[in-house]
């Protein structure tokens, strides 16, 4: 099993129905489990018919997240500034900015 403690990360939560937001949490893995992860960070919400589609956390915070419930993790570089998050619309799809790297991909309205 890869571990990835320590590592800063997206995290795309699983959508189980069309209605339901997309949910993204991007931060620093603290425990990594078969079974769950530990992530200290932010949360993003895509929201559709809203004059700011894309909702960030003020705070950070820290998430026990069932490893059930995450639709896919991409690893950000070590140096993502997580309390500076940026994004970026084209067209209908939202990105989370990289520096040095390609940008990371929220979801689309």
């Given at each position: 099993?890869?571990?990835l403690?320590?590592?800063?990360?997206?995290?795309?939560?699983k959508?189980?129905?069309?209605?339901?937001?997309?949910?993204?949490?991007?931060?620093?893995?603290?425990?990594?489990?078969?079974?769950?992860?530990?992530?200290?960070?932010?949360?993003?919400?895509?929201?559709?018919?809203?004059?700011?589609?894309?909702?960030?956390?003020?705070?950070?915070r820290?998430?026990?997240?069932?490893?059930?419930?995450?639709a896919?993790i991409?690893?950000?570089?070590?140096?993502?500034?997580?309390?500076?998050?940026?994004?970026?619309?084209?067209?209908i799809?939202?990105?989370?900015?990289?520096?040095?790297?390609?940008?990371?991909?929220?979801?689309?309205?």
């Amino acid at each position: 099993m890869l571990n990835l403690t320590g590592k800063i990360v997206k995290i795309r939560f699983k959508k189980y129905f069309e209605e339901q937001r997309l949910w993204v949490f991007v931060g620093k893995i603290l425990e990594f489990t078969e079974h769950w992860i530990m992530v200290e960070g932010k949360g993003l919400i895509v929201s559709r018919g809203k004059i700011t589609p894309v909702d960030i956390d003020e705070e950070i915070r820290t998430l026990i997240i069932p490893r059930d419930n995450i639709a896919h993790i991409r690893i950000l570089p070590d140096d993502f500034d997580i309390s500076n998050i940026e994004i970026e619309e084209r067209g209908i799809r939202y990105f989370i900015r990289v520096k040095g790297g390609p940008h990371t991909s929220i979801g689309e309205i």
